[in-house]
């Protein structure tokens, strides 16, 4: 019998618009000085700021770290209250 993988718990922790410490993250897509995209267990996260500067990265334990100016962070996706079939008929 195999088992279903849990999801990782998901929690961002930002101190100041400087430092964000995040725990739940699965990849990280892409990333520059003003944009780093990741992949959490939430859905899909796009971070905005200036400086951006991952500082830690562990995928194996979900655990992210990034320093800069952060000014924006948003979600796209992850709402998995509606079905794949509900959202095409928007």
């Given at each position: 019998m195999?088992?279903?993988?849990?999801?990782k718990?998901?929690?961002?922790?930002?101190?100041?618009?400087?430092?964000?410490v995040?725990?739940?993250?699965e990849?990280?897509?892409?990333?520059?000085?003003?944009?780093?995209?990741?992949?959490?267990?939430?859905?899909?996260l796009?971070i905005k700021g200036?400086?951006l500067?991952?500082?830690?990265?562990?995928?194996?334990?979900?655990?992210l770290?990034?320093?800069?100016k952060?000014n924006?962070?948003?979600?796209?996706?992850?709402?998995?209250?509606?079905s794949?079939?509900?959202r095409?008929?928007?």
């Amino acid at each position: 019998m195999t088992e279903t993988p849990k999801s990782k718990k998901h929690s961002i922790v930002l101190d100041c618009r400087e430092k964000l410490v995040m725990t739940g993250a699965e990849d990280v897509n892409g990333f520059n000085e003003e944009t780093i995209s990741v992949k959490t267990s939430c859905g899909m996260l796009i971070i905005k700021g200036r400086n951006l500067h991952i500082d830690k990265l562990n995928l194996e334990t979900g655990d992210l770290s990034i320093d800069g100016k952060i000014n924006a962070m948003q979600y796209l996706g992850g709402d998995s209250s509606r079905s794949k079939f509900s959202r095409l008929f928007k």
